[in-house]
């Protein structure tokens, strides 16, 4: 998949991007702030958003991830340790991995979520601190075209 990564921690977002391309997918960014990530958004092509809520001190993530299901139909999973905050305003995105998480529960993450965004069940359980918001699998009827294209795109092995 094409993950773009969100995420102003630079340590971080570099660490879970050499995770993710270690898994064999393509990473875009990371981007450090809502207009780097709206930028790489617009610019690239892009399946998923793993998206800190908690940009620059506060809760600008939950923004970012609105705007970029919104604006380019690209769901999001957080990658944040604000849990309250991401279940009572991140209910449009597919879930959220709790911090602090291990690099195998990243790779986890993103195949269940490759699997979500395929309209597919997971063949494979979730890592303690992964937290799917909607079970049903797959984005909402109103962006068709993103579960056919990652069905085709993603072979979840």
Do not use: C
């Not at 991007?17 to 617009?42: F, M, Q, S, T, V």
Request: no cysteine; proline share 6%; charged share 25%.
């Amino acid at each position: 998949m094409r993950i773009l990564i969100v995420e102003d921690d630079p340590i971080l977002a570099l660490l879970n991007a050499d995770a993710l391309e270690e898994e064999g997918h393509e990473i875009i960014g990371p981007a450090y702030d809502e207009a780097e990530a709206l930028r790489l958004a617009r610019d690239f092509q892009v399946d998923i958003a793993f998206v800190d809520i908690n940009l620059s001190g506060n809760e600008e993530g939950i923004k970012v991830a609105n705007v970029l299901r919104d604006q380019y139909g690209i769901f999001s999973l957080f990658v944040t340790g604000q849990i309250v905050a991401a279940r009572e305003r991140g209910a449009e995105s597919i879930g959220v991995l709790s911090k602090p998480y291990s690099l195998d529960d990243l790779a986890k993450a993103a195949l269940i979520a490759g699997f979500w965004l395929a309209g597919q069940p997971a063949n494979i359980p979730n890592p303690g601190a992964l937290k799917i918001f909607n079970e049903r699998s797959g984005p909402p009827k109103a962006f068709p075209e993103h579960s056919s294209r990652i069905a085709t795109e993603h072979r979840p092995s």
